[in-house]
């Protein structure tokens, strides 16, 4: 294919965890803006506005401490993404060439659980979104004797929801980004109105009534916004810019992915801090169920279409998602094609999501404090990758190590490996859990006082695990000059980049 020959949105993308030819790189890191936009302009960034305020911050601490967790975690992102044109790797195929093959498949497997986690979470707030306008519109017979979403609206919404997100994600990566741009461009519109309409909501002369946080409570402020929003990215940074051409400016990739991910969360987080500060009802409410919440306030006329926006805007993030959990399972060496992991994840993230809907009370909870403690390992992956760059760029990004063993790459390093395995165990005892059967599992370095203040409630051991993996790392790599080495020369029959033979 010729460089200037771009495929059609319509044909379904044939690359998986593959370097991308030169012959396929297209676009400019402008396209990432509206990717990673429209990814993170839902409704649930009003409540990660009041979860930073609810820290022990002033409203004014709150903003600056949010704003600055999440350009510092959305830049780290960014720095990521650069791997994508550089390599033409997903992200969690190029953790090859820290981690080795096979090394590689312990941080995966988490990364894709939390991945698969949230997915199930976001279908199931898109499908009780639907159902709720459709109680609304037509009670008689989406609606139950109380006047909630009936059964059969959810499902016929579970339904909707699941066969969209599917269809757009098997077609690939040019379809998105066709997608997720138009559905940029719509939630920006309606999101401007809906701010319009809450803002009169607010109760302003109440806002300065709060105290000033110290300064450990501000930290712990932006380090719990890093955690909510851009280190559960990390691992995704590369999906969609593997597609640009191979000498794509770095300044580029990672100023329009750290642009397109802070925007819309940064917006709405001061809107949340402003409704926990001037209406605490109102924010309380909102933390707990944004879209009930802060829909129920709007007029009719326009709670219809916002409600289709959110329900809209909840799908491309689940699309980018199912994307990207499907290069997560190449990566762990699932033997199927890139379009059939998108229905292997279909199958598993609908009996998430259905188990979710019509089973249990208390999964949501649970899980919800599960995917915490994953984020320990995924920082701490994210960290050693990062520090990696440095080796990958002075070997000149080889992606031969992203092979087998004796095919150019190795089983595992355990550089790397150690560094991981000891920087999460850290992390987990200093993060703590709101359910109690984990919670005996974790925040064993801390004592009681210290679960219950700013390091125990702001996720702080998320950062530190990432810290101490990168500098164990760089020990052991840089400083004494353990494992530096580059790809070597195959003495076997060639394997592509699921180990299966060529």
Known sequence: MKQDQKPAAAAVERNGVNPVPDGERHGTPRGLFAVWFSWNISILGVSYGVYVYGVGLSAWQAVAAGLLGYVLSAVLVGILAVGGPRTGLPTLTQTRLAFGFHGNKFPTFFAYLSNVGWKVTIITLASTTGARLFARLWPGAFADGRGHESVPAVMMWFVIVLVLTVTVAVFGHRLILRVEKWVAWLTAVMTVVFIGMIVPHIHWSRIGHTPNGSF??????????????????????????????????ARGVVGW??????????????????????????????????????????????????????????????????????????????????????????????????????????????????????????????????????????????????????????????????????????????????????????????????????????????????????????????????????????????????????
């Open 216 to 249: 450990g409570e501000f930290v712990g402020g932006a380090v719990l916004a890093m955690t909510l929003v851009g280190l559960g990215f990390l691992n995704y940074g590369g999906d969609f810019a593997r597609y640009l051409p191979r000498r794509t400016g």
């Open 257 to 502: 992915t750290a642009g397109g991910i802070t925007l819309p969360v940064a917006v709405l987080l001061v809107l949340g801090i402003l409704l926990a500060a001037g209406n605490p009802e109102l924010g309380s409410a909102a933390a707990d169920d944004p879209v009930g919440a802060l829909t129920d306030l709007l007029p009719f006329w326009f709670f219809v279409p916002f409600s289709i926006v959110v329900v809209i805007s909840l799908i491309a993030a689940a699309i980018t998602g199912l994307y990207s959990s499907g290069l997560a399972l190449l990566a762990l060496g699932v033997p199927v094609s890139r379009a059939g992991t998108t229905v292997v994840n279909m199958v598993v993230i609908s009996a998430g999501a259905f188990y979710l809907l019509f089973v249990s009370d208390s999964f949501l909870a649970t899980f919800q404090a599960f995917l915490a403690l994953i984020a320990v390992v995924m920082g701490t992956m994210g960290g050693i990758q990062l520090l990696d760059f440095v080796r990958q760029r002075r070997l000149g990004w080889p992606t031969e190590l992203a092979m087998p063993a004796g095919q150019g790459g190795s089983a595992g390093r355990w550089t790397a490996l150690v560094s991981l395995v000891a920087a999460t165990v850290i992390g987990l005892g200093l993060v703590t859990s709101s359910d109690p059967n984990i919670a005996k599992v974790v925040g064993f370095l801390l004592t009681e006082d210290q679960k219950k203040g700013v390091i125990g409630t702001t996720n702080v051991g998320v950062l530190v695990a990432m810290a101490v993996g990168a500098a164990l790392y760089a020990l052991l790599t840089f400083v004494l000059g353990i494992d530096p080495k580059g790809p070597a020369r195959s003495t076997e029959p060639g394997r592509d980049l699921e180990g299966v033979p060529s």
